[in-house]
């Protein structure tokens, strides 16, 4: 299992933004299938966004979309979240993901990620 970094993490108010980004120090991210991940207090780890290697395909979670877009920064080998017009709802710890599993279908938020991070806190709050 390789470890994987997140940062970005923060307090706003809703409707405000932040951004995300995922990176690993033993390998680079550009090879891998990435997902982000958020798991909220009381609550089940769900899958919020995906992104294949080389990038060809995103997939969201039906509350996130229109609101978050994932993308790969292959210069600096990382994977970024940006988060707009965020609610109190999207409070969570979030976790970044990883896979080296070729992708296959249409959904890659059901991939087997086997490589995680530490997480990051967001907070939405007035």
């Known amino acids: 299992q390789l470890q994987l970094v997140e940062s970005g993490g923060g307090s706003v108010q809703p409707g405000g933004s932040l951004k995300l980004s995922c990176t690993a120090s033993e390998f680079t991210l550009n090879a891998h299938n990435v997902a982000w991940f958020r798991q909220a207090p009381g609550q089940e780890r769900e899958a919020v966004s995906c992104?294949?290697?080389?990038?060809?395909?995103?997939n969201y979670v039906d509350s996130v979309k229109g609101r978050f877009a994932i993308s790969r920064d292959i210069i600096n080998h990382a994977v970024n979240l940006q988060m707009n017009n965020l609610k109190p709802e999207d409070t969570a710890v979030y976790y970044c993901?990883?896979?080296?599993?070729?992708?296959?279908?249409?959904?890659?938020?059901?991939?087997?990620?086997?490589?995680w991070g530490q997480g990051t806190r967001v907070t939405v709050s007035s």
């Open positions: 992104i294949t290697s080389p990038g060809t395909r995103t």
């Open positions: 993901a990883s896979t080296s599993v070729e992708f296959f279908g249409t959904n890659c938020l059901v991939l087997p990620y086997t490589n």
